[in-house]
């Protein structure tokens, strides 16, 4: 059974960059029946699908249009984990961020949650 | 503004059937299955119906799913109180280079 445990900062000063990491236990990051997403949450935008990343034979990488300019993730294939990395922040990327695995039935499970604050 | 369209709240009473709906488009509804999650607060979305239909194991068949067209449909019955949630919607929409989408979700509350 996959679980994915998050970790990062809580706060963030507004310019700087946002760096999340999501290790997974339970399969491989390297699956090639497994996508590893990001997901955000906040009052004013909602549930928001921020990206993935997974592996069919070499690595793809999708983002949402509303963040693309300013988003990486990566996996780590050394410690089976993948991380988020969200540059330029501003107050309305305060949120609180998911990890997520996506197999055939959908996005499933999350992570716990990480609640970021961007504030000087 | 979320792109799948849900009521902000919905109610019941203990015992009653309550439904939630989903309205999205031909590019995600319209061509994928479509997933519902119930939010507790403080905690993670939780899969509640996968492939428009289907229960994950330990999700009470009281819960059930269903879609026609470009909407789809939550259905609770034998409301209990520990039912009170948030619950959203989530699909794959096929636009662009394809993306999740998900309702602005329908907090329940049973009176």
């Known amino acids: 059974q996959v679980q994915l445990q998050q970790s990062g900062p809580g706060l963030v000063k507004p310019s700087q960059t946002l760096s999340l990491t999501c290790a997974i236990s339970?399969?491989?990051?390297?699956?090639?029946?497994?996508?590893w997403n990001w997901i955000r949450q906040s009052p004013s935008r909602g549930l928001e699908w921020l990206g993935r990343?997974?592996?069919?034979?070499?690595?793809?990488?999708h983002y949402a249009l509303s963040v693309k300019s300013r988003i990486i993730i990566n996996p780590d294939t050394s410690k089976n984990q993948f991380t988020l990395q969200l540059n330029s922040v501003t107050p309305e990327d305060t949120a609180v961020y998911y990890c997520?695995?996506?197999?055939?039935?959908?996005?499933?499970?999350w992570g716990r949650g990480t609640l970021v604050t961007v504030s000087s | 503004q979320s792109v799948l369209t849900q009521p902000p709240s919905a109610s019941g009473t203990p015992g009653q059937r309550v439904t939630i709906s989903c309205s999205g488009s031909?590019?995600?509804?319209?061509?994928?299955?479509v997933n519902w999650y119930q939010q507790l607060p403080g905690t993670a979305p939780k899969l509640l119906i996968y492939?428009?239909?289907q229960r994950p194991s330990g999700v009470p068949d009281r819960f059930s799913g269903s879609k026609s067209g470009t909407s789809a449909s939550l259905a609770i019955s034998g409301l209990q109180s520990d039912d009170e949630a948030d619950y959203y919607c989530?699909?794959?929409?096929?636009?662009?280079?394809?993306?999740?989408?998900f309702g602005g979700g329908t907090k329940l509350t049973v009176l």
């Open positions: 990343t997974y592996y069919r034979s070499k690595w793809y990488r």
């Open positions: 492939r428009t239909n």
């Open positions: 997520a695995s996506s197999y055939a039935n959908g996005l499933d499970p």
């Open positions: 989530a699909t794959w929409d096929e636009s662009l280079n394809g993306f999740w989408v």
């Open positions: 339970g399969d491989t990051i390297s699956s090639n029946s497994a996508a």
């Open positions: 031909s590019s995600n509804i319209g061509t994928n299955t």
